[in-house]
């Protein structure tokens, strides 16, 4: 199985700050991956697909990138609606796997 | 809308069984794959299963396999995970989620989740 190992497990940062979360995949998955926010009590949320592509209604301020073995997620302008934990996933390789998770508080 | 809703979760004791149902409305099964996705209490997501979009395709997280089974009824754009000899371990809630090949396969769209407890 391809581990994915999420870096750091919490950040603090304050509001209109910035942080960046990254994923690490144990193999080469080149860009099939994705990153998903989830917010306490519902279901996660697709962020970020092939990964550096947002869907149309996420916001700009959130950038995925990397390639190959190492990704990261930024937030810009961090809102207080991004507190949330984040996810990344390769889904493309059995089993899709996922990482363990970034939870980011907004001061 | 495209929405995915679970249902069928609830309290059970360790051995017994549940099955847990999946309604997809706003696409068709036919098209997409669908996996369900756990999440045990304060914990991250674990894959659980999948079935791929002509049902011909199916497989099992390691702790699942042997004692869950994922099926679909076509008819009623549903999909279903019977989860057999339940362990105080699988209590999670549990997610639906479809996997849009058109999107880098990335799980793009999630029902709310129905929580499984098992206790005795």
């Known amino acids: 199985d391809i581990q994915m190992t999420q870096s750091p497990s919490f950040v603090s940062a304050s509001v209109g700050g910035s942080v960046t979360i990254t994923c690490r995949a144990s193999?080469?998955?080149?860009?099939?991956l994705a990153w998903y926010q989830q917010k306490p009590g519902r279901a996660p949320n697709l962020l970020i697909y092939?990964?550096?592509s947002l869907p149309i209604v996420v916001p700009s301020r959130f950038r995925g990138s990397g390639s190959g073995r190492d990704f990261t997620l930024t937030i810009s302008s961090l809102q207080p609606e991004d507190s949330a934990t984040y996810y990344c996933?390769?889904?493309?390789?059995?089993?899709?796997?996922f990482g363990g998770g970034t939870k980011v508080e907004i001061k | 809308q495209v929405q995915l809703v679970e249902s069928g979760g609830g309290v059970v004791q360790p051995g017994t069984s549940l099955r847990l149902s999946c309604v997809a409305s706003?696409?068709?099964?036919?098209?997409?794959?669908v996996h369900w996705v756990r999440q045990a209490p304060g914990k991250g997501l674990e894959w659980v299963a999948f079935?791929?979009?002509?049902?011909?395709?199916?497989d099992y997280g390691d702790s699942t396999r042997g004692r869950f089974t994922i099926s679909r009824d076509i008819s009623k754009n549903t999909v279903y995970l019977q989860m057999n000899r339940l362990r105080v371990e699988d209590t999670a809630v549990y997610y639906c989620?479809?996997?849009?090949?058109?999107?880098?396969?990335?799980?793009?769209?999630w029902g709310q989740g129905t929580m499984v407890v098992v206790s005795s």
């Open positions: 706003g696409f068709t099964l036919k098209s997409y794959d």
């Open positions: 079935i791929s979009y002509d049902g011909t395709k199916k």
């Open positions: 996933q390769q889904p493309n390789t059995f089993p899709p796997t």
């Open positions: 193999q080469d998955i080149g860009t099939w």
């Open positions: 092939g990964a550096s």
């Open positions: 989620a479809r996997q849009n090949s058109g999107n880098y396969d990335a799980f793009d769209e």
